[in-house]
């Protein structure tokens, strides 16, 4: 049983629309520590990580420990109907969600939850070789442009600059944003780093820059990527992992 | 034969766009008293009544009073196309109506009539035990919210508030809109009144809310309800009335 | 080989969108007095003329004249990705052309180009005996009414006027642009004009309202129409030539 109260309902609504294009259901641990998601989407390409600390929300009141899945597609459909300044009340008993939305009136959705399936799924602790803080919009805005002329896209770091690059039968496209462009804020390259992902999940994967101005991407050589979107001091982030194409190049 | 015209043409074009997902042709009586229109959905479920008075026109020029039988649909395309300050002038002679738009440049469509079915409706003395006053806006993202869980609803008044919920398969949704909530404007409660109606048929009824700002709802125990969007005095309304679903419970 | 720079890119941006929505691959002839592009449209009905003078450019260095060919519809997607403030810039070497948008990051989309079909297109000079200005959105608007009621469109002008009409199995409309309407900025009718134009094609011409505030209608008695969007002194014009339909009227 719990219950926990976020004044500011779009954050938990905006987590949700970018995890649900991942992933269709999803265990929720509402602990002492905060709000834990983790899940591998399911070609077991890409991973979400959502932690939400008690700091991001109004009240926080978990008595203990509750695993809980939901139909994440369901949960989405009923945040569409939140309005810009409603309160957003999540509460948990007899096996069933509350969410219930204040603002000129009181709306209470009560959604069933789902059987969790047993996983023991842990963060892998990933190599990388070069961080680059950038704009989310701007990674958001370069995705969008790779996507108009190919499915996968490469990514690539240097000392000066965050590279992204695509090639399709149309033509190719490249983008650079570099340490004299304002959408680039931090680069730390211990060395170059390049890799090529699959466009259509990097492309959900940002939409989290509805939840934060920027985001930290990690990279090594033909490894796993990694994004962090974090939300501030003790409010906690949405991080995702995706699997690099290895492909003849 | 006669000549209408309305200085703000948006409202004419909104009446009719909600009309028209209800109803496919109407007959619009033109009298010295105004414009009336009654008609039932081809489902006989659902009754519109439009009442518009002298007062909402500009000018108002009516000889004799003309039933015309319009194809709504129609109209409704004709109409998308008025700009917002357009000036609209509605006039009728030898069975062609004739929707004349002046904003920029003047803009007269003309329509063929079709032949009036026989009917004689009267709008009924329907029985009520509650009568509840709300912001429009709220009855219709209400029922919104309604919908993403289910067909049906159920709506329910009482002395303290006036509450609309709904069941489906993947959870349900409660609403309670409040004396202590500002989108209750008044309630007048002589005997508790709950009934269920058909949620498609309700949506298109609220989108009325784009003619005016509050809806007055009446209620009895599992009779027919009547939604009235008022135009203010001397102006007119457009009502709604629609019978319930006496659903097992 | 050439290195063209627009400040504003919107207006290669919106150009491009008007020509793909009527003609499929265009060859654009960058030479020392501007850009030209003349091409059919597949049916032979339509014609398009664009012509950027070098004064629309920020920088514009065209060694040798360079007819290059490329597909509409892969550019226009390139260039919906442009931002609001972008700088765009046009480049041509090895068989390559290459779009450049400069803004909070660099992006470059390089497009094949394809080999041009030979054709020999010349501007023919066009009889008219009446010529209008209007305001180019009211055009565009005018078409969206017409469209409304019927597939062609009857385009008449006289000492007073300039008339749009249109007439359909569910009713006709008819559209007075006079000398008394802002809309209308200039007309000089030696005779009076009337023609019947396909709506399909003109509404597609009407998109280059985009790019110029006004349009100039030359018409003649049942003779092709020209429309001319021009982007001011020493910058260049989008025109349009068309022909009418010859039908039993």
């Known amino acids: 049983m719990f219950r926990v109260v976020l004044q500011d309902g779009k954050l938990w609504k905006n987590c949700i629309e970018t995890i649900s294009s991942l992933i269709t259901e999803g265990v929720f641990t509402f602990g002492s520590n905060g709000v834990r998601m983790m899940a591998m989407d399911p070609s077991q390409i890409a991973m979400?990580?959502?932690?939400?600390l008690p700091g991001v929300f109004e009240e926080?009141?978990?008595?203990?420990?509750?695993?809980?899945?939901?139909?994440?597609?369901?949960?989405?459909?009923?945040?569409?109907?939140?309005?810009?300044n409603d309160k957003l009340e999540l509460s948990y008993s007899d096996n069933r969600l509350t969410l219930r939305m204040v603002g000129t009136s009181k709306t209470s959705f009560t959604m069933n939850t789902l059987e969790?399936?047993?996983?023991?799924?842990?963060?892998?602790?990933?190599?990388?070789?070069?961080?680059?803080?950038?704009?989310?919009?701007?990674?958001?805005?370069?995705?969008?442009?790779?996507?108009?002329?190919?499915?996968n896209v490469t990514l690539e770091a240097d000392q000066e600059s965050f590279q992204i690059s695509a090639t399709g039968s149309t033509g190719d496209v490249h983008i650079r944003i570099g340490?004299?462009?304002?959408?680039?804020?931090?680069?730390?390259?211990?060395?170059?780093a390049k890799a090529i992902f699959p466009l259509n999940y990097l492309s959900d994967m940002a939409k989290a820059s509805s939840i934060s101005k920027t985001v930290t991407i990690h990279l090594k050589n033909d490894h796993p990527l990694e994004l962090d979107f974090t939300l501030g001091e003790e409010r906690g982030k949405l991080s995702f992992l995706l699997a690099p194409r290895l492909e003849s190049r």
């Open 179 to 192: 340490r004299e462009d304002e959408a680039l804020i931090d680069i730390d390259v211990k060395e170059n």
């Open 48 to 52: 979400v990580d959502l932690e939400l």
């Open 60 to 84: 926080y009141d978990v008595k203990e420990e509750a695993p809980i899945c939901v139909d994440l597609e369901e949960m989405k459909k009923r945040l569409a109907s939140l309005r810009p």
């Open 116 to 151: 969790p399936r047993k996983s023991s799924l842990t963060n892998p602790a990933l190599q990388c070789s070069a961080t680059v803080r950038l704009l989310a919009d701007t990674l958001k805005d370069s995705l969008s442009k790779a996507k108009i002329v190919a499915d």
